[in-house]
């Protein structure tokens, strides 16, 4: 994936952070592989936190998360797993949708009276 912006507001990230935040998004393009763009924000806030918040933009829809914590990798590592549920859910209530409306075809045109469904 090569649309990955990364915002820092009062952090400054070194390069192992950087990179391990771009490997655990490669594991949300395994499983969506249409994204356009993917966004990530980590903010320092008063209380020494860090707020990261994840926008992953596909064709169709927008997954977004967001976590606050006490490490940066640590917040990424629940974001991915709340991105993961979203989308997942989205593939199972899309798949789910078709078989339904492929029952319902299947049920009007009727081939056969004793056929068995």
């Known amino acids: 994936m090569t649309n990955i912006r990364l915002f820092f ?10 990179e391990y935040i771009r490997k655990r998004l490669q594991t949300i393009v395994k499983i969506l592989p ?9 903010d320092l806030d ?9 926008m992953v933009k ?9 976590e606050t ?6 917040s990424v590592d629940v974001l991915e797993n709340q991105l993961k549920v979203q989308i997942l859910r989205d593939k199972d209530r899309q798949s789910s949708l078709a ?3 492929g029952r319902s075809i299947k049920k009007k045109v009727v ?3 004793n056929a068995r469904f």
């Open 9 to 18: 507001k009062g952090v400054k990230i070194d390069e192992r952070t950087e």
């Open 99 to 101: 078989k339904r409306g």
């Open 69 to 74: 914590s006490e490490s940066i990798e640590g």
């Open 34 to 42: 249409k994204i356009i763009l993917a966004e990530v924000e980590i």
């Open 46 to 54: 008063k209380k020494g936190k860090f707020r990261v918040e994840v």
């Open 58 to 66: 596909t064709p169709y829809k927008l997954y977004r998360a967001e």
């Open 111 to 113: 081939i056969d009276e």
